[in-house]
């Protein structure tokens, strides 16, 4: 049997899908490329797993929990967690597993499970995977609604160089 933290990594989360043509195309530029490339065109990530992973955490610093309407259409990017980082196509990548781990400790924090029914066997593991994909999906929506709320007040404010670490930053002085 798998743990916990397997059966969550083999998951593929979703968000809203206003927000692919709103943010993930406007600051991610599929597929990867150069720093310079990237720059050049105003996009500051790589991959859209890049953006949804610094919008997660973004929603968990500024306590963003929105979870997605039930009314909303949701899309993924067909990229399971496992492979966020994945160290296979590129060299000069990192890897993310750390990443992951952290992600998963702060979901297993702000999730209501009980863990010691969990391993009692009283609590079915894929319903506990269910909520921790929940958790994660309504931080990063969260994530999302900032950002979007940051573009529509400064169109040009992910111009900058520290755009990114600054709206992180202020999620400390809030």
């Not at 790589?46 to 968990?60: D, H, P, Q, T, V």
């Not at 992951?100 to 010691?116: C, G, R, S, V, Y």
Request: proline content about 2%; some cysteine; glycine content about 6%.
């Amino acid at each position: 049997m798998k743990n916990l933290f397997h059966k969550w990594k083999e998951k593929i989360p979703k968000y809203d899908l206003q927000y692919r043509e709103l943010l993930f195309d406007k600051l991610t530029r599929k597929g990867g490329g150069s720093e310079q490339s990237r720059e050049d065109r105003g996009k500051q990530f790589s991959n859209n797993y890049e953006l949804y992973i610094y919008a997660f955490f973004l929603g968990l610093y500024y306590d963003e929990f929105c979870p997605i309407s039930e009314n909303s259409k949701k899309d993924d990017f067909r990229h399971a967690i496992q492979f966020w980082g994945s160290k296979a196509n590129r060299i000069d990548r990192k890897d993310f597993t750390n990443l992951q781990e952290n992600i998963f400790i702060a979901l297993i924090a702000k999730t209501d499970i009980d863990l010691i029914a969990l391993e009692k066997g009283e609590l079915d593991e894929d319903d506990v995977v269910k909520a921790l994909i929940n958790t994660m999906e309504s931080y990063t929506n969260g994530g999302l609604i900032v950002i979007k709320e940051k573009l529509e007040e400064n169109p040009n404010y992910f111009l900058q160089p520290t755009s990114f670490l600054n709206m992180i930053l202020d999620s400390k002085i809030s």
